[in-house]
């Protein structure tokens, strides 16, 4: 029988496995994805244009994201990918790769899983400790919690990117920049290493920086609609209604039924200057993904 609204169960699981990645639950991430995945080959040609955009865009970061977690190294001869055509390669890797986890788990691991996890458990208390500083003010604490952090995984891009989402929610966004920018220089493919940094650019008004973050986005991820919609809003805030165009223009090329990007176009057209203030950001700002969600980015 087939889905009645195959998209929304897609978009369910990609929203559960999104929340578990942000928890740092790999493995029940990886499960909610392989469930994505498959409900993604199964449906064929019932999704299209905008969703099927949107969903292939989600995954693609999902799978990307999974690389960064430590403990998920010795199980990964290359690094996961999801790629347009190749989806049923990635749903059988990401199989793989999860039932080689379970086993183990299974057969009771060993010490480096205890350790792991033990590690996971000091992280994690870290950065609560660091969250509660940086609310109370004192500055001296969360730097403190910080060196911890970091000398304890060895300056990992998955940390890293804990520590600006802290500075992020506390609005501290030249701290949010420091740890950001080194994400993306460990890994380029840190996707919420780019959403943050961008975020902060704009809330800073360094709009140049902003610009040629994206830049770099477009080189690592490809042309995608949902990066020259955040361009877009960019240029718009920037007082820049002729490059806003531009980047309107290539989000409709990209995605046709993007009604955003045609708002874009329609206010341009009737003489729209643009505005210096930036739009307000929720956890991380979705600078490069999201470009339905206005508030995100």
């Not at 493995?27 to 040609?45: D, F, N």
């Not at 960064?68 to 990918?81: I, N, S, T, V």
């Not at 660091?130 to 995984?153: I, N, T």
């Not at 989000?251 to 643009?274: M, R, S, W």
Request: net charge negative; with cysteine.
């Amino acid at each position: 029988m087939p889905l009645n609204n195959p998209a929304k169960d897609i978009k369910t699981h990609i929203g559960k496995a999104k929340a578990l990645m942000n928890k740092h639950q790999a493995v029940k991430c990886m499960a909610e994805l392989l469930s994505a995945i498959k409900l993604q080959l199964t449906s064929g040609r019932q999704i299209m244009g905008p969703d099927r955009i949107e969903i292939e865009y989600s995954l693609g970061e999902l799978m990307t994201g999974l690389n960064a977690f430590p403990e998920l190294h010795p199980y990964l001869d290359q690094p996961l990918e999801y790629k347009k055509g190749a989806e049923r390669d990635a749903y059988q890797r990401l199989a793989t790769v999860l039932r080689s986890i379970l086993e183990d788990m299974k057969n009771g691991g060993g010490e480096d899983d205890e350790e792991a996890r033990e590690a996971e458990r000091r992280r994690k208390a870290l950065l609560e400790k660091m969250e509660e500083y940086l609310l109370k003010g004192d500055q001296m604490q969360a730097s403190g919690m910080v060196r911890k952090l970091l000398e304890e995984s060895d300056g990992d891009s998955y940390v890293l990117m804990d520590v600006a989402e802290k500075f992020y929610k506390a609005r501290q966004y030249e701290s949010v920049l420091t740890y950001a920018l080194e994400a993306v220089k460990k890994n380029p493919q840190e996707m919420r290493a780019y959403k943050l940094a961008i975020n902060s650019y704009r809330f800073l008004k360094e709009y140049e920086k902003a610009l040629e973050l994206f830049k770099q986005a477009i080189s690592v991820f490809g042309h995608h609609p949902n990066i020259y919609i955040n361009m877009t809003r960019l240029f718009w805030e920037w007082g820049k209604p002729q490059q806003a165009r531009k980047t309107a223009c290539m989000t409709l090329k990209l995605d046709p039924d993007n009604e955003e990007a045609a708002k874009f176009l329609a206010a341009i057209d009737q003489g729209g200057e643009g505005s210096e203030a930036p739009l307000e950001a929720e956890n991380g700002a979705e600078a490069v993904a999201g470009a339905s969600e206005e508030n995100s980015g």
